[in-house]
């Protein structure tokens, strides 16, 4: 829908972070119309530099970048640090993830561009936040993984504590600052100032993880590792079919689980007293694996699948990639786009991750070239800045 209008259409947001979670949150703000100037070093975006590439040209950066104008400044140099502070004139945010203290040292740190424009909301993005006894290390997503908690709760109960295959406390943060930056916005509007966002890496990822620190606080019970199983429900795992295909199985309410273990030819798992909570359920996990697997084992995926949805009891394919571009639900919605680039024609690439009914965001354009919107952005500021100076010599 080109002509439909974008809700965030009129809001500038600098992204001058770089890697995974200031730039995650600046892209969810561009699929929704903020225009995004993308300052890069002269060496570029260290994206640039990751994972796999076509035709020497590099695809997150495509897919992470998208929407956004890319122009080169070197922040330690007095003429492009003037520059910066000229585009945060014109600005509502500018979402940075430098460790603290850089910003300062150049001459850029919050003083000085809450003085030029004090309606800017400053979003500081760092593993550990801007104060505190780890405030200056430098961090990234997996050091967050690590010390959340998350590491030490996944994995198999015999085996070393587990990371995730992708940035997850990066993914974490990035939509944490791209709601941090709409608050602030928000509250702009009822107080009439910007303000900072603090937003660490470390701290997103721990409150998304639930109630563990509670729970240790109040029964002293830290979170084990019971690989693909729950401590809270079951049966929830993971199951071989006969294809040597996998189906995820996960039945939290007892209604869902009773009808699992009905279907699997076990209703007398019904009337355990265990049964009736999920917390039984999960300390009996082995009783109930032991009463599904076989059944499972015995069958292909899709005729499992079919079972489960007849049954009304909740399993999924376990996808890779290839499943997940041909599924019928995801290419009913949309799931992926073909997106215009001028270096590789089109690119296909996950679409906006949600949907308005009345504003839905679009993707305009992939990832850009190194710079390439660097003469056209600053040239605009420096022409607008001599308009602005020859109407103050004729007031004069």
């Known amino acids: 829908m080109p002509n439909t209008p974008l809700p965030l259409a009129g809001l500038t947001v600098i992204d001058a972070s770089t890697l995974f979670a200031g730039p995650f949150a600046a892209r969810l703000l561009g699929d929704f119309g903020a225009e995004i100037i993308k300052v890069e070093q002269p060496a ?3 994206v640039r530099r990751y994972g796999h590439a076509y035709n020497d040209v590099p695809l997150l950066w495509k897919m992470l970048s998208r929407n956004k104008k890319s122009v080169v400044l070197d922040l330690r140099e007095a ?11 014109k600005a509502d945010a500018v979402i940075e993830n430098f460790r603290p203290g850089t910003l300062e040292r150049w001459g850029l740190g919050p003083q000085v561009l809450t003085e030029a424009n004090p309606r800017l909301v400053l979003a500081r993005v760092t593993a550990f936040g801007q104060d505190g006894p780890y405030a200056g290390r430098p961090g990234f997503g997996t050091l967050a993984e690590a010390m959340s908690g998350l590491a030490a709760m996944s994995g198999e109960p015999d085996g070393p504590p587990a990371l995730p295959a992708f940035p997850l406390g990066d993914a974490v943060a990035g939509l944490h600052t791209a709601l941090a930056v709409l608050i602030a916005l928000r509250a702009r509007d009822l107080i009439g100032t910007g303000q900072i966002a603090d ?18 606080e109040h029964l002293g019970i830290k979170p084990d590792r019971v690989g693909n199983r729950s401590n809270n429900s079951a049966p929830r795992n993971v199951y071989r079919c006969a294809d040597q295909r996998w189906v995820a199985l996960s039945a939290p309410a007892r209604s869902v689980a ?5 279907l699997v030819g076990r209703p007398d798992l ?7 909570t999920g917390v039984g359920r999960a300390a009996h996990r082995e009783v109930i694996d032991d009463a599904i ?4 084992a015995a069958r292909g995926r899709d005729e499992v699948v079919a079972a489960f949805e007849t049954a009304e009891a909740a399993v999924a394919p376990i996808y890779e990639v290839d499943d997940v571009l041909t599924d019928p639900q995801f290419r009913a919605r949309g799931l992926t786009v073909d997106v215009p680039d001028a270096e590789l024609g089109t690119v296909r690439m996950p679409g906006v991750p949600f949907r ?15 710079g390439s919107h660097t003469e056209d952005v600053c040239g605009t500021l420096a022409r607008a800045e001599t308009a602005h100076s020859s109407t103050g010599e004729a007031g004069a």
């Open 270 to 276: 019904c009337a355990e007293p265990w049964f009736a």
């Open 79 to 89: 003429r492009d640090a003037d520059r910066f502070v000229g585009l945060a004139i």
């Open 258 to 262: 009773e009808r699992v273990v009905r």
């Open 199 to 216: 937003v660490a890496i470390t701290e997103t990822l721990i409150g998304a993880l639930g109630a563990q620190l509670t729970v240790y």
């Open 293 to 296: 697997r076989p059944w499972i």
């Open 356 to 370: 308005l009914s009345a504003t839905p965001g679009r993707i305009d354009w992939a990832g850009p070239p190194v």
């Open 44 to 46: 570029g975006d260290p």
